[in-house]
Each structure stands twice: as C-alpha cells, then as structure tokens.
C-alpha cells in the first residue's frame, strides 16, 4: 500500500486508494498497522458515498450508533444539518476525555466545503510526550487529570470545576479522571492526555501548582512546530487517533460551506477479536483518598 507522509508531525496520504473497493483482510491489517504508526490516514476521494466512509471506517473497529441509530453525525454550518459543536472557534481537545472512555478513532467527510472554510489542526501528543524534557516527563507521570464538559452548554471556553453552578441539574455535567501519561488501549504506546478545553486540573495538585504544570504541557503540545493545520477539499476522508492527537478548529466557520460527515469506532479490531476497553480503563483512575 503506497503512502505519502501529510507532515513531519503526524499522518499518511494513502496514495491511489480506491474508497469504492473493498480491501482484504490482509490489507484491512494492514491500513490498522499504518493508523496505529502514524495516526491519521487520509484518502482523497473522487465521488465518495456514505457507503464508501462507513467501509473504510468499519475496517478499524465497529461503527458506532448515536441515540437516534444512525452511524454518523454532521459537523456543519449549513442550515439543514444539527451544528454538533456550533460554527466558532473550537479550542484542542480530544473527544470524550470527560467520559470512561474517550474514542479511539474519529473520521471525517468532506462532503462540501469552499474554498475559503476554515481547517482542522492537528497536535501529536505521542510525539510531543516522547519529547518532553525528562525531568517534566518523570513529574507528571504518577498524576492524573480531571477532565469536564458541561453537555448543555455551547463551547466558549474552557471548562473548569469550580464553575459547576451549586443547583447544577444531575448529569449537566459530565466528568472523569484519567493518568496525564496515558496508556493507549490498541497500541504500546503512552499518550500526553491534557488539553485546553476539557482539561479543569491535576486531581494531585493544588490549584495554581496544577494550573501552572498544565499551561506547561500545553506550551510542548501546541508549540507552532508541533502542529499540522488540514485544509479541506471536496472528497476528502481523514481518519485519525482520538487519544494520540487532539484536535481544534483554529477559526470560526465563516460563511463559506463547510460540511463534514463525521463517524467514530466503538471499539478496536484486535487479533483476538474486539477491544472493548471499558475495564482496561477503569483501571487507569487514580486511586481514592
């Protein structure tokens, strides 16, 4: 299978795949070994259909089904579709750190964009964990992060737990905690499990000591140098790692159309069958007391 490096940080072209065709088991491994080496694939599509997406997704792990039953949603500013995260500016995150246990993988179809939409960046927090200096590497590996999102609310910022409202209704807002050095499930390798917008502070820590590290891990993780910006075009499908690199999107929607499928796995196909991590992942919380 040809590929061509998308840039230094992260990410394949696969080169001359065809999303019409279906791939052998050998070569559905094979696009496994490739996502879990560089983390993000992308396909350049000529007349791609919702079938065509849902194929190449499936080759990864099972589709996952929203309350509705639908394997997909739409990240979107035209009117005939539900906005998901709305049309501004999103900050770095990965999805569902809040939650047991955040997605392994997300893709996303362009189905229509112009010219002018706004991108979608990249950050590899693999890459910028396995840099970080060694002392700081060492300091944050024993501790763990608070992750938030308040499920009503649209995004304007970071979330944060002292903003909780006292009568806060039960469920609004959603919380979890996970190691910073993060253990991913379908690979060896760890992950720097931090982020601008769902991250609130380090559970070990007081406040300012905890604010103080994590503004330190996020000059490492979005350093310019670190961080690969995705501008759309018609056709385009890219799949990438949810816990190995965080996403934003840098700017406001705009005018322009800017219309993406968007599906994600449930879980991950293993040599012995499907990963289902939920109690790999109940393991990686911090102790109590």
Not at 156 to 166: A, N, S
Request: contains cysteine; hydrophobic residues 35%; aromatic residues 8%.
């Amino acid at each position: 299978m040809r590929t061509r490096a998308v840039s230094a940080m992260l990410g394949v072209e696969l080169v001359d795949f065809d999303l019409a065709r279906p791939c052998s088991p050998d070569e559905q491994a094979e696009l496994r070994q490739l996502f879990c080496e560089h983390h993000l694939l992308l396909v350049r599509g000529d007349g791609v259909t919702p079938e065509d997406q849902t194929r190449f997704v499936g080759y990864f792990g099972p589709v996952h089904r929203v309350a509705s039953g639908a394997q997909e949603t739409y990240i979107s500013n035209r009117e005939d579709r539900a906005l998901g995260t709305g049309t501004m500016r999103l900050l770095w995150h990965s999805d569902g750190t809040y939650g047991l246990r955040p997605g392994i993988a997300t893709s996303l179809w362009a189905q229509e964009v112009s010219p002018d939409s706004s991108p979608t960046a990249f950050v590899n927090g693999v890459r910028v964990l396995d840099e970080l200096p060694p002392e700081l590497r060492a300091r944050i590996e024993p501790l763990h992060a608070f992750h938030l999102r308040d499920t009503q609310a649209e995004p304007t910022g970071r979330w944060r737990e002292e903003d909780i409202p006292v009568d806060a209704a039960p469920g609004r807002f959603a919380h979890h905690v996970h190691p910073i050095v993060y253990p991913m499930p379908h690979t060896d390798q760890h992950t720097l499990l931090v982020n601008e917008f769902l991250t609130s502070h380090v559970v070990e820590l007081p406040r300012d000591e905890s604010e103080a590290l994590l503004q330190e891990l996020f000059a490492h993780l979005y350093a310019d140098e670190n961080v690969y910006t995705h501008v759309w075009q018609n056709d385009e499908v890219i799949l990438w790692d949810n816990l190995a690199l965080q996403h934003n999107r840098p700017i406001d929607m705009g005018s322009g159309v800017r219309h993406l499928r968007r599906q994600s796995l449930d879980g991950w196909y293993a040599d012995d069958g499907v990963l289902d991590w939920t109690e790999t992942a109940r393991a990686y919380v911090a102790p109590s007391g």
